[in-house]
């Protein structure tokens, strides 16, 4: 067995200062704002009869420790200008990563040519002035760290060593990882919007190897890892905690087994359970609607979950992963519910799939901004008991989702309950039914929600699946 790894300090090659946390400009803000303005000024100059230009730029840094040694510090900045002009219905985009006044002009010159040779689309241009935002809200999202690079070093190496502590049967890492980033968006369009905000993003991971007494390599062994993610630094709680919450994970599924081919109920514990409302979201995305390539199609104002089951958006969630005062149209985004009482109450709809359907924007373009599925009452032990006999799933492997059909078969791997309590691991397992009916045989939602990344939900139980074993 492996011995646990040695302590070892930054040296002074490795110990070396973190850039400015926007390293392309002094003043961000100001920089993205002015590069997005001479953007539109240079369109509309050139005859453009609509323009629309955005900027993100980001910088920061990952440092990652494997068995207590510093492995690798990197230094990370990236910046883009993006520009599409309209000439009527004819639409051309172009980018560049240069914001000196000559690369934005070859940029804009670049999309008119585009749009020269392309074919008309009549829905094609920007959002009714009235749809843009008019005072977007402050939320709290610009939160740097003032810890030092030597500092988020011993930060990841405590998770590490936490996972190793944690039990002699965790005997290798795959590593600890710390990323800090901070990040600039600015929009702007020929309405005369133009608006720009800050956030920051801290991001904890471990990843550990367990392995059963006395086996040998590449047998018996299993990993698992565990991460933690927030705007403020203080959202990623005590870094040992993440170190032994990857052990645990590691350690659940040593000695897994397969199992004979079954109906069964199923527990999707709350890390994956994300994944079920994720469906269901690329399901209700404006590009799918319009395309016709969406199991939901014509589903507004129809059941889609039980009665009692609802699903909120909120953009405005203050200090939230998701939370964005505009949308990529510049459209205010504004809370609503997604799913109320069970009824899809509305679609996700950027200002062009909103034309395409006759249907007004929702404030998503570029995605949704924080989801929220409502919570039950049950914490997972509970769950556990009211699932009784049948599967606890906790690893979704593969992709096996027909968007269309809603057909769903996904490899999967968890723990096995009979009694109301947890018996064995199991994996090499075949999850199979159709989303739509899955949906609507759920059974309860946890009160275990997750909250490390713009889905936040608890545990999902539903009432009955196939599963394929060996």
Same mark, same amino acid.
């Given at each position: 067995?492996?011995?646990?790894?040695?302590?070892? $300090?930054?040296?002074?090659?490795?110990?070396?200062?973190?850039?400015?946390?926007?390293?392309? $400009? %002094?003043?961000?803000? +100001?920089?993205?704002? +002015?590069?997005?303005? %001479?953007?539109?000024?240079?369109?509309?100059?050139?005859?453009?009869?609509?323009?629309?230009?955005?900027?993100?730029?980001?910088? *920061? @840094?990952?440092?990652? !420790?494997? #068995?207590?040694?510093?492995?690798?510090?990197?230094? @990370?900045?990236?910046?883009?200008?993006?520009?599409?002009?309209?000439?009527?219905?004819?639409?051309?985009?172009?980018?560049?990563?240069?914001?000196?006044?000559?690369?934005?002009?070859?940029?804009?010159?670049?999309?008119?040519?585009?749009? #020269?040779? +392309?074919?008309?689309?009549?829905?094609?241009?920007?959002?009714?002035?009235? &749809?843009?935002?008019?005072?977007?809200?402050?939320?709290?999202?610009?939160?740097?760290?003032?810890?030092?690079?030597?500092?988020?070093?011993?930060?990841?190496?405590?998770?590490?060593?936490?996972?190793?502590?944690?039990?002699?049967?965790?005997?290798?890492?795959?590593?600890?990882?710390?990323?800090?980033?901070?990040?600039?968006?600015?929009?702007?369009?020929?309405?005369?919007?133009?608006?720009?905000?800050?956030?920051?993003?801290?991001?904890?991971?471990?990843?550990?190897?367990?392995?059963?007494?006395?086996?040998?390599?590449?047998?018996?062994?299993?990993?698992?890892?565990?991460?933690?993610?927030?705007?403020?630094?203080?959202?990623?709680?005590?870094?040992?905690?993440?170190?032994?919450?990857?052990?645990?994970?590691?350690?659940? #599924?040593? =000695?897994?087994?397969?199992?004979?081919?079954?109906?069964?109920?199923?527990?999707?514990?709350?890390?994956?359970? /994300?994944?079920?409302?994720?469906?269901?979201?690329?399901?209700?995305?404006?590009?799918?609607?319009?395309?016709?390539?969406?199991?939901?199609? &014509?589903?507004?104002?129809?059941?889609?979950?039980?009665?009692?089951?609802?699903?909120?958006?909120?953009? @405005?969630?203050?200090?939230?992963?998701?939370?964005?005062?505009?949308?990529?149209?510049?459209?205010?985004?504004?809370?609503?519910?997604?799913?109320?009482?069970?009824?899809?109450?509305?679609?996700?709809?950027?200002?062009?799939?909103?034309?395409?359907? *006759?249907?007004?924007?929702?404030?998503?373009?570029?995605?949704?901004?924080?989801?929220?599925?409502?919570?039950?009452?049950?914490?997972?032990?509970?769950?556990?008991?009211?699932?009784?006999?049948?599967?606890? !799933?906790?690893?979704?492997?593969?992709?096996?989702?027909?968007?269309?059909?809603?057909?769903?078969?996904?490899?999967?791997?968890?723990?096995? !309950?009979?009694? /109301?309590?947890?018996?064995?691991?199991?994996?090499?397992?075949?999850?199979?039914?159709?989303?739509?009916?899955?949906?609507?045989?759920? !059974?309860?939602?946890?009160?275990?929600?997750?909250?490390?990344?713009?889905?936040?939900? =608890?545990?999902?139980?539903?009432?009955?699946?196939?599963?394929?074993?060996?």
């Amino acid at each position: 067995m492996a011995s646990p790894p040695r302590p070892a $300090a930054v040296t002074p090659d490795s110990a070396v200062a973190a850039p400015s946390a926007l390293a392309y $400009a %002094a003043d961000p803000l +100001t920089a993205a704002r +002015t590069a997005v303005a %001479a953007a539109l000024a240079r369109a509309q100059a050139q005859g453009a009869s609509q323009a629309e230009a955005s900027v993100h730029a980001s910088s *920061g @840094h990952t440092v990652q !420790v494997r #068995r207590g040694e510093l492995e690798r510090i990197e230094h @990370h900045t990236s910046l883009r200008l993006s520009i599409t002009v309209y000439r009527g219905g004819r639409k051309g985009s172009a980018s560049t990563s240069d914001t000196r006044p000559e690369e934005i002009a070859a940029a804009v010159d670049q999309a008119l040519e585009i749009a #020269r040779h +392309t074919g008309e689309d009549p829905y094609a241009g920007l959002l009714s002035p009235e &749809d843009l935002a008019a005072s977007p809200p402050g939320l709290d999202l610009d939160h740097p760290a003032a810890l030092t690079l030597e500092e988020d070093v011993e930060e990841a190496r405590a998770a590490e060593a936490a996972a190793f502590a944690a039990d002699p049967r965790i005997v290798n890492s795959e590593g600890a990882q710390l990323r800090r980033n901070r990040g600039v968006l600015a929009y702007g369009n020929s309405h005369g919007f133009l608006d720009t905000y800050v956030g920051t993003r801290h991001t904890l991971s471990c990843t550990v190897v367990a392995a059963t007494p006395g086996a040998g390599t590449g047998t018996g062994m299993q990993r698992d890892y565990w991460d933690r993610a927030g705007r403020r630094p203080e959202d990623l709680g005590v870094p040992a905690e993440c170190g032994r919450e990857a052990a645990r994970r590691a350690l659940r #599924r040593l =000695g897994g087994r397969s199992l004979p081919s079954r109906r069964a109920p199923v527990l999707f514990e709350a890390p994956v359970a /994300g994944g079920l409302i994720g469906h269901l979201l690329a399901a209700i995305d404006g590009g799918a609607l319009y395309r016709r390539a969406s199991f939901l199609l &014509d589903a507004l104002g129809q059941p889609v979950l039980p009665v009692g089951c609802w699903i909120r958006e909120a953009p @405005h969630l203050p200090a939230g992963l998701g939370s964005a005062p505009f949308d990529g149209d510049g459209a205010a985004t504004r809370a609503k519910d997604l799913v109320a009482d069970g009824v899809l109450t509305s679609y996700l709809l950027d200002g062009y799939a909103a034309r395409r359907l *006759g249907l007004a924007t929702t404030g998503n373009a570029g995605g949704y901004h924080n989801v929220l599925v409502e919570p039950g009452p049950l914490a997972l032990p509970a769950l556990i008991r009211l699932l009784h006999c049948g599967l606890l !799933v906790t690893e979704v492997l593969g992709f096996g989702v027909n968007p269309i059909t809603g057909d769903y078969s996904r490899g999967v791997s968890g723990l096995w !309950v009979e009694g /109301g309590g947890i018996q064995y691991p199991v994996e090499e397992i075949t999850l199979a039914g159709n989303l739509k009916d899955m949906y609507r045989r759920i !059974v309860a939602i946890g009160a275990d929600v997750d909250r490390r990344g713009t889905l936040h939900t =608890g545990s999902i139980l539903i009432e009955e699946m196939t599963l394929a074993g060996h």
